[in-house]
């Protein structure tokens, strides 16, 4: 027996295809239940944001709540979900009690349980970017004020933070987000996509100029306490225990020597380009020659170069925040 082409089509849930194109009636319809399903998806979103964020931000306040909500979620995530059993939990956390008892681990889960809780904010279509810039640099501020606390979690805080359990057990771990660094200490990246744009205008000069000074203060200081060896004593040439002749971590020589100049050549170029053109191109000719002996010097000549025989660009008219 045959079956009829237009009831299996009706079995498996599909239209019979056909050559009629759509009126202008089905388009509209279409679209506007597109329109409708977005705001659905949004709406679910948006709740799960809410619980997330909530959850997070109740967790911030201290070590015993950010653990207990870590353990929680790592409970959730890789055993509830993985349908292992209640005892392999309480083995693993007792593996890990040397881990899970450290003040720097506890304190390293609230600025993560921060961050993410800023990225979930950032990534609301109604976020207020300038607002977040604010709050970004104030959560890194934060990060390098315990910095000394936190000299044996770098990994952890290094991880981004959509990637971490206590996304995976809101389900939020596949978000998506345009110029928003996932990581607190990812310096560079959240002082280049999220606080310096605002002030890259003739109007925000002093505020650019501020940042970056800022931002190249920052990275040193990330560099000194979390670049190699740690400052300290050692055993001198003669025998006895003591101060290093050169007790500065080499990471921290290479940064000032080869680093920090490229950051403050980069620094007058934003400048330069932002309008302050008679100052920063001042500074830039002076810096060049007090760098003669670095590696990128020919390159920042030739660059500026450029610069003054093209003709110069004229800065972009946007509001100061």
């Not at 604010?134 to 004020?145: E, K, T």
């Not at 936190?150 to 933070?161: E, F, M, P, R």
């Not at 040193?220 to 500065?248: C, F, P, T, Y």
Request: net charge neutral; with cysteine; glycine share 6%.
């Amino acid at each position: 027996m045959r079956l009829n082409p237009i009831v299996i089509a009706l079995a498996l849930g599909c239209g019979v295809a056909s050559a009629d194109p759509l009126s202008d009636a089905d388009r509209e319809a279409l679209i506007e239940r597109l329109d409708s399903l977005k705001a659905q998806a949004t709406e679910r979103l948006d709740a799960r944001f809410r619980a997330g964020v909530g959850a997070y931000q109740a967790a911030i306040g201290s070590d015993d709540a950010a653990l207990a909500l870590y353990l929680q979620c790592v409970e959730k995530v890789d055993f509830i979900d993985q349908k292992k059993k209640e005892s392999e939990f309480r083995e693993w956390k007792r593996k890990e009690d040397e881990k899970l008892s450290k003040d720097s681990f506890k304190l390293a889960l609230r600025h993560q349980l921060n961050w993410l809780s800023l990225t979930l904010q950032a990534a609301s279509e109604r976020a207020d970017r300038e607002k977040m810039a604010v709050a970004a640099q104030g959560a890194m501020d934060n990060v390098l004020r315990d910095i000394e606390k936190l000299k044996d979690q770098q990994a952890l805080l290094k991880q981004g933070v959509t990637a971490t359990v206590f996304a995976k057990a809101y389900e939020i771990g596949n978000l998506k987000l345009d110029k928003w660094p996932l990581s607190p200490i990812d310096v560079s990246q959240i002082y280049e996509q999220v606080i310096l744009p605002q002030y890259r205008n003739p109007k925000g000069i002093d505020k650019l100029r501020e940042n970056w000074l800022r931002r190249i203060q920052q990275e040193s200081i990330m560099v000194e306490h979390w670049g190699g060896a740690q400052k300290g004593g050692g055993k001198r040439e003669d025998g006895r225990i003591g101060m290093l002749e050169n007790s500065r971590p080499p990471e921290l020589d290479r940064f000032y020597s080869e680093t920090m100049p490229t950051l403050q050549w980069q620094m007058e170029l934003d400048l330069f380009k932002a309008g302050d053109q008679a100052g920063a191109a001042l500074r830039m000719i002076n810096h060049i020659e007090k760098n003669l002996a670095h590696q990128n010097s020919k390159d920042w000549s030739e660059q500026f170069r450029a610069m003054l025989v093209a003709p110069l660009p004229k800065p972009a008219e946007t509001k100061a925040p």
